[in-house]
T-cell receptor
Framework: GNSVTQMEGPVTLSEEAFLTINCTYT??????LFWYVQYPGEGLQLLLK?????DKGSNKGFEATYRKETTSFHLEKGSVQVSDSAVYFC???????????FGSGTQLTVLP | EAGVAQSPRYKIIEKRQSVAFWCNPI?????LYWYQQILGQGPKLLIQ????????DSQLPKDRFSAERLKGVDSTLKIQPAKLEDSAVYLC????????????FGSGTQLSVL
């Protein structure tokens, strides 16, 4: 069935370090891929998305490329900040109603 | 622009009791979703409304969970009777249409069933 496998956390980095959070998916058809972020005390919000193979989503210095051949959508940022500390969720939408399927989330803590 | 509003923020009940959650989506958003997020897991869709009609409730435990969106605006989710395994954060989200390309989430209601 449809599923998302996401890098387990927690991940702790120093400020300005390089970030990668791995995400792979199992889905039928042609899913759209997303990264959502949840900052402390706030609701989930869309960080970036990609809707077809080889598309690159980007926002706030974060990037992820839709790799159909490896069914992956890894999140990267070249230099993290303390304010990036949050939980990151990989997700995809599929099916006729485009239901979202989420990964289990990765807690990121960035230390000054 | 006001976000998705949910209440209460926290709720503690004993098993077999009833509980209800309320959600007011962003104005003009036709699609409303209820998700259940168990600790350590990602959100799982319980039910999706398009205006006041149900689009998908395949993962809603209908023997104890019910939801309504009578006027196509705000919505309530009810659990009756609650079980220990219902302890979770219940998230409401809305989107402009049903294409699920961008969802706006509320802060959630954290339910503890003792």
């Amino acid at each position: 069935g449809n599923s998302v496998t996401q890098m387990e956390g927690p991940v702790t980095l120093s400020e300005e370090a390089f970030l990668t959070i791995n995400c792979t998916y199992t889905a039928t058809g042609y899913p759209s891929l997303f990264w959502y972020v949840q900052y402390p005390g706030e609701g989930l919000q869309l960080l970036l998305k990609a809707t077809k193979a080889d598309d690159k989503g980007s926002n706030k210095g974060f990037e992820a490329t839709y790799r159909k051949e490896t069914t992956s959508f890894h999140l990267e940022k070249g230099s993290v900040q303390v304010s990036d500390s949050a939980v990151y969720f990989c997700a995809f939408s599929s099916g006729s109603a485009r239901q979202l399927t989420f990964g289990s989330g990765t807690q990121l803590t960035v230390l000054p | 622009e006001a976000g998705v509003a949910q209440s209460p923020r926290y709720k503690i009940i004993e098993k077999r009791q009833s509980v209800a959650f309320w959600c007011n989506p962003i104005s003009g958003h036709a699609t409303l979703y209820w998700y259940q997020q168990i600790l350590g897991q990602g959100p799982k869709l319980l039910i999706q409304f398009q205006n006041n009609g149900v689009v998908d409730d395949s993962q809603l435990p209908k023997d104890r969970f019910s939801a309504e969106r009578l006027k196509g605006v705000d919505s309530t989710l009810k659990i009756q009777p609650a079980k220990l395994e219902d302890s979770a954060v219940y998230l409401c989200a809305s989107s402009l249409d049903g294409h699920n390309e961008k969802l706006f989430f509320g802060s959630g209601t954290q339910l503890s069933v003792l």
